[in-house]
T-cell receptor, first 112, second 114 residues
């Protein structure tokens, strides 16, 4: 059974204070690891897909990296508008129909 | 494209009542999903569909039913609502299950059962 654990549950940063969010996973063969951003009262919004260990993706102040056991979402010089819940999900090769297993998320608050 | 749309946005039900949550996508996606999200938690898969006429159970299917008569629509039916079904429900879709296909989510339906 695929499992995803995200840490920390909540993270408070000052504007400009860089940090990282962690996503640890167990899966019998990784088809893809996804990062989503979720604002309060809204559906998850896609950020990145990572396929294999060593891969990195960047978008503005966010950078996602992947190893065989975990993924990190690095936030560089965050701004208050980066405040949101960040969700990690995996799809295993043993999973049919594109089903994803989600972690519980990390709620990021960036104070001005 | 409107993407994935859901109705209603909010609903309050009494215990034992029934209702249907609507989900429509206009991207011609084959795969559709229903998730529930409880406060502070991730998404749990309720049901999914790989195409019109084909549905299957996810992780937490009890108390729910689905149908998929068209590619566009994937309604979720709650029979005999219970307080444990108070949650936010999200519908999602992808084009295929090719490598790393992104899930597109609707805005959600917030359901309260009293």
């Amino acid at each position: 059974e695929d499992q995803v654990t995200q840490s920390p549950e909540a993270l408070r940063l000052q504007e400009g204070e860089s940090s990282s969010l962690n996503c640890s996973y167990t899966v019998s063969g990784l088809r893809g690891l996804f990062w989503y951003r979720q604002d309060p009262g809204k559906g998850p919004e896609f950020l990145f897909t990572l396929y294999s260990a060593g891969e990195e993706k960047e978008k503005e102040r966010l950078k996602a990296t992947l190893t065989k056991k975990e993924s990190f979402l690095h936030i560089t010089a965050p701004k208050p508008e980066d405040s949101a819940t960040y969700l990690c999900a995996v799809q295993g090769v043993g999973t049919n129909a594109g089903k994803s297993t989600f972690g519980d998320g990390t709620t990021l608050t960036v104070k001005p | 494209n409107a993407g994935v749309t859901q109705t209603p946005k909010f609903r309050i039900l009494k215990i034992g009542q029934s209702m249907t949550l609507q989900c429509t996508q206009d991207m011609n996606h084959n795969y559709m999903y229903w998730y529930r999200q409880d406060p502070g938690m991730g998404l749990k898969l309720i049901y999914y569909s790989v195409g019109a006429g084909i549905t299957d159970k996810g992780e937490v299917p009890n108390g729910y039913n689905v149908s998929r008569s068209t590619t566009e629509d994937f309604p979720l039916r709650l029979e005999l609502a219970a307080p444990s079904q108070t949650s936010v429900y999200f519908c999602a879709s992808i084009k295929s299950r090719d490598r790393g296909d992104t899930q597109y989510f609707g805005p959600g339906t917030r359901l309260t059962v009293l």
